[in-house]
Every structure is written in structure tokens, then in C-alpha cells.
């Protein structure tokens, strides 16, 4: 079974900085893509970040942009978001998603945005922005 564990999330002052964990069980390696999503309150999930694990190719929509990096650490397992210049509109729970490999598969970076496209999720961590 794969599971995937966030942490890292908290209170914080906007501007403020976080970084957010992913563990991964298994190799991340044996993955596609890994992404990054917020779920903030009464709205939908919508992604935040993704990076393609097979050329190490990032993605961000223009809210984040420049505010956020992915990264990764394959000898650990582990896929990390760094958030920085934290706006209250950024506040919500936050959660790791993770899409298996699939032979020949080709897949668009809009598609990559959509929360359908990812087959393992985790419980998600909290980021609370607020004086």
C-alpha cells in the first residue's frame, strides 16, 4: 500500500516562510509526477506545485509562482514545498499527491494541474496564515 506522509505545516505570519515534507513509501523514483495541493475553506483542491520525477520538471500556477519551489530528495523519499512571502489566501490544508508510471504514457501539464490525474494522496497538513 502506498502511503504518502506530509508535515511541516503551522502557524505563520504573512511573509513568513515554510517548508513542507512529503515522505513517500517506496522509492519516489517509481513514481511520475509528485504535486503539492491546497485545499483552502469552501473552496476546491487545486494544485499549488508538481514536479515530473522522469526530467525533474517543475510546475506552478501564477499564484505561487515565484513564492513557491519543489523539490526533491531521492535518497530520502522525499518531496518538499518551500513557501515563502505566505499570503492569508494561502492558508488551508495542504497535501501530497503522487501519480504512478504508466508505460508510454504522455500527460499534458494542464492535466498535471488537475487533482484526477494523481493515484495516491496523503492526509494533508495544516498552513494557517494570520497576524
Known amino acids: 500500500q502506498v502511503q504518502l506522509v506530509e508535515s511541516g505545516g503551522g502557524l505563520v505570519q504573512p511573509g513568513g516562510s515554510l517548508r513542507l515534507s512529503c515522505v513517500a513509501s517506496?522509492?519516489?523514483?517509481?513514481?511520475?509526477?509528485i504535486g503539492w495541493f491546497l485545499q483552502a475553506p469552501g473552496k476546491e483542491r487545486e494544485a499549488v506545485s508538481f514536479?515530473?520525477?522522469?526530467?525533474?520538471?517543475?510546475n506552478y500556477p501564477n499564484s505561487v509562482k515565484g513564492r513557491f519551489t519543489i523539490s526533491r530528495d531521492d535518497a530520502k523519499n522525499t518531496v518538499y514545498l518551500q513557501m515563502s512571502g505566505l499570503k492569508s489566501e494561502d492558508t488551508g490544508v495542504y497535501y501530497c499527491?503522487?501519480?504512478?508510471?504508466?508505460?508510454?504514457?504522455?500527460?499534458?501539464?494542464?492535466?498535471?494541474?488537475?487533482?484526477?490525474?494523481?493515484?495516491?494522496w496523503g492526509q494533508g497538513t495544516q498552513v494557517t496564515v494570520s497576524s
Open positions: 514536479i515530473r520525477l522522469t526530467n525533474n520538471a517543475t
Open positions: 499527491a503522487a501519480r504512478k508510471r504508466r508505460i508510454g504514457a504522455i500527460v499534458s501539464t494542464r492535466f498535471l494541474f488537475n487533482s484526477s490525474a494523481y493515484d495516491y
Open positions: 517506496g522509492r519516489t523514483v517509481d513514481y511520475a509526477t
